[in-house]
C-alpha cells in the first residue's frame, strides 16, 4: 500500500500538472484551422565565409563539419557534350563515365575499384551537357591517400582498352530501347522542337560514332580540357584531428598544383538560334496512354521578371496540388494522375515553359483544353490573395533546404560560381526571400501576358494518332481545333543514326 507521504507527493504532482496545462487548454483554438504560426524567417550563409581562391588557380568553397567523419569532394569542370567534335558524339560522355572507371597511370580499372572499396571510399565521374564532375566521399582517416587517388584520376586517367569496350557495347544495347519509352521520344522530340535539329544538346551518339571513338580519342579529350583554368571545387566534412581549414585548403591547393601538362579554357556553352514554331506536332506510337507537351519561350534565370515568373508558374502548374493545372485535369476531371507545368529559368539562354500530362489518348485533345484554358485565366485575370501568399511562401519556406548540410550549402555556391551568378550577385540567395516577397497580384498577370502566349504554344502529342485525333465522345475536342488547324506528324527515329524512320504502311 502507499504511504501517506506518496499519496501526498503524487496528489501535488497532480495539481502541479493541471496548472501548467490549464492555460495551454485554454488557448486551443477550436478547429486547426485556427492554428496560428510565427512567420518563418531563414538567413542563408553568406558564400563569402567559404569561398577562396586557390594559388593554383580554381575557386573553392571549402566547410568544415565534424558531424561525421567523413569528407566530401566536388570538383566541377567547365565543358560538356557542346565540346563533341562532328561524327565524334559521345566522347564527352564516355570520357566522362572513364575517368574514375578506366584505371590510372599506376592503377588498372580492377585496382583502383579494389582499393576504393577497401577504403569504403564513393568515387564517381560524368560529363553532361554543360559540365563535367568528378566526387569522392570517404572516412576523414583516409582523406591524403584519397587525394592521391583523386590527382592521378584528373591528371593520369587510363582509359583502360577493356573498359571503354565494355561501355560502349553497354551504350549500343542501350541505343536499341530508345523507342521503347514515350517518356525517352517525348524528351527527345521536346529538344528538336525547342533548339532545332543542329543545337548541340540535340546531337545524338550514334552507332557510327560510338564505334569511332578510340582511346587516344579519350586521351585527347582529357588532355584538352581537364585543367585547372576549368576547375571548381567544394569540399565539406571532418578535416582530421588538428586540421585546421587552412590547412585543409592548402591540400586541395595540391590537388591542383604543378599540373603536368597544358590544356585549354572551355568555350561558352553555345546559344541556340532556333525559333520554335507553333503547331500540333504528332508522334504516332501505339500505346494506350498519350503524352503531351504544351510549349512555349520562355526566359533566363536573371530575367528581372523571374521570381514573379516563378510564382506565376506555381500557381498555374507548378505548386502540385495547389496548383490550377493539377486540380482541374487530375482533381477535377480525373484526366490523368500527374500534371503540371514548369517553367526553369535558363542559366545560358532562355528556357521553355511547359505544361504537361499523361493521359488516355482520346482525352488528350480535352485535357489539353483545360491546360489552355487554364493559361489564358492566369493571364486575363489576376490570381487570388491566398494563390499568391501560398506560392511565395513554398519558395520561402523551403528555400533552407537547399542548405541543410555543410555538403550542400558548399556545392550551391559551386553552382552559383560555375554558371556566373554569383560574379553579378555575390549574395543572392541572402536577398532571395525578399525579391519573391515583393511579387504583386499585379507582376503575376503581367509576366502571364509576356509569357502565355497561348495562339502560339507547340503542343506534342505522342500516342497513338487515330485515337488522339478522334475524341472520346464525351469530350469532343480536337487536337487541330487548339492548334489553329496545323498539325505536323513527326516519325519516330531510327535508334542507331537517329534519323527519321520512314513511316510504316497501313
Known amino acids: 500500500m502507499k504511504t501517506m507521504k506518496q499519496i501526498l507527493r503524487a496528489s501535488a504532482l497532480a495539481l502541479l500538472g493541471a496548472l501548467l496545462l490549464a492555460p495551454a487548454a485554454q488557448a486551443v483554438p477550436p478547429h486547426p484551422d485556427k492554428l496560428t504560426y510565427p512567420k518563418f524567417t531563414y538567413q542563408p550563409p553568406s558564400a563569402k565565409e567559404y569561398r577562396t581562391v586557390l594559388k593554383s588557380g580554381p575557386v573553392a568553397y571549402v566547410a568544415e563539419d565534424r558531424e561525421l567523419p567523413l569528407v566530401s569532394i566536388s570538383v566541377t569542370l567547365r565543358g560538356g557534350t557542346y565540346l563533341d567534335p562532328a561524327g565524334k558524339e559521345g566522347l564527352a560522355d564516355l570520357a566522362g563515365y572513364l575517368l574514375a572507371r578506366g584505371g590510372t597511370a599506376t592503377k588498372t580499372a580492377e585496382q583502383l575499384e579494389e582499393r576504393l572499396a577497401f577504403l569504403a571510399a564513393q568515387l564517381s565521374s560524368s560529363y553532361g551537357m554543360d559540365r563535367g564532375s568528378v566526387s569522392l566521399n570517404l572516412l576523414a582517416k583516409d582523406l591524403d591517400e584519397g587525394l592521391a587517388i583523386l590527382r592521378e584520376v584528373l591528371t593520369a586517367p587510363r582509359f583502360q582498352d577493356d573498359k571503354l569496350k565494355l561501355r ?224 511565395k511562401s513554398s519558395f520561402i519556406d523551403t528555400l533552407s533546404r537547399n542548405f541543410a548540410t555543410k555538403a550542400q550549402t558548399v556545392n550551391v555556391f559551386l553552382d552559383e560560381e560555375f554558371t556566373g551568378r554569383f560574379a553579378k550577385d555575390p549574395e543572392y540567395y541572402r536577398s532571395y526571400a525578399a525579391r519573391v516577397e515583393k511579387v504583386t497580384k499585379a507582376d503575376v498577370q503581367r509576366v502571364a501576358k509576356r509569357l502565355l502566349a497561348t495562339d502560339k504554344v507547340a503542343v506534342l502529342a505522342v500516342g497513338k494518332k487515330d485515337d488522339l485525333l478522334n475524341p472520346d465522345p464525351k469530350h469532343p475536342v480536337k487536337f487541330p481545333e487548339l492548334t489553329g488547324g496545323k498539325l505536323t506528324d513527326l516519325p519516330l527515329r531510327d535508334p542507331f543514326t537517329m534519323k527519321p524512320l520512314a513511316p510504316a504502311a497501313k
Open 168 to 391: 560502349r557495347d553497354q551504350l549500343l544495347s542501350d541505343m536499341k530501347t530508345r523507342n521503347d519509352d514515350t517518356a525517352d521520344i517525348e524528351q527527345r522530340e521536346r529538344g528538336f522542337l525547342a533548339f532545332g535539329e543542329g543545337y548541340y544538346a540535340n546531337r545524338y551518339a550514334t552507332k557510327a560514332s560510338l564505334e569511332s571513338i578510340t582511346r587516344e580519342d579519350l586521351l585527347a579529350f582529357h588532355r584538352r580540357w581537364v585543367d585547372p583554368k576549368n576547375v571548381i571545387v567544394a569540399v565539406a566534412g571532418d578535416f582530421g584531428k588538428g586540421v585546421t581549414r587552412a590547412q585543409m585548403v592548402a591540400k586541395v591547393d595540391a590537388l591542383f598544383a604543378k599540373w603536368p601538362y597544358k590544356g585549354e579554357a572551355a568555350p561558352p556553352v553555345p546559344t541556340p538560334s532556333h525559333v520554335m514554331a507553333p503547331g500540333l506536332y504528332v508522334v504516332d506510337k501505339d500505346v494506350n496512354q498519350g503524352r503531351v507537351s504544351v510549349m512555349l519561350p520562355a526566359i533566363q534565370r536573371d530575367d528581372p521578371d523571374y521570381q514573379a515568373a516563378l510564382v506565376m508558374n506555381d500557381v498555374l502548374g507548378g505548386g502540385g496540388f495547389t496548383s490550377r493545372i493539377t486540380n482541374r485535369v487530375r482533381s477535377d476531371e480525373g484526366l490523368a494522375y500527374s500534371a503540371g507545368s514548369g517553367l526553369a529559368g535558363g542559366v545560358w539562354y532562355p528556357a521553355t515553359f511547359r505544361a504537361s500530362f499523361q493521359s488516355k489518348a482520346r482525352t488528350c485533345a480535352y485535357a489539353t483544353q483545360i491546360v489552355l484554358e487554364e493559361m489564358t485565366k492566369v493571364r486575363d485575370a489576376e490570381v487570388t490573395d491566398e494563390e499568391l501568399q501560398t506560392a
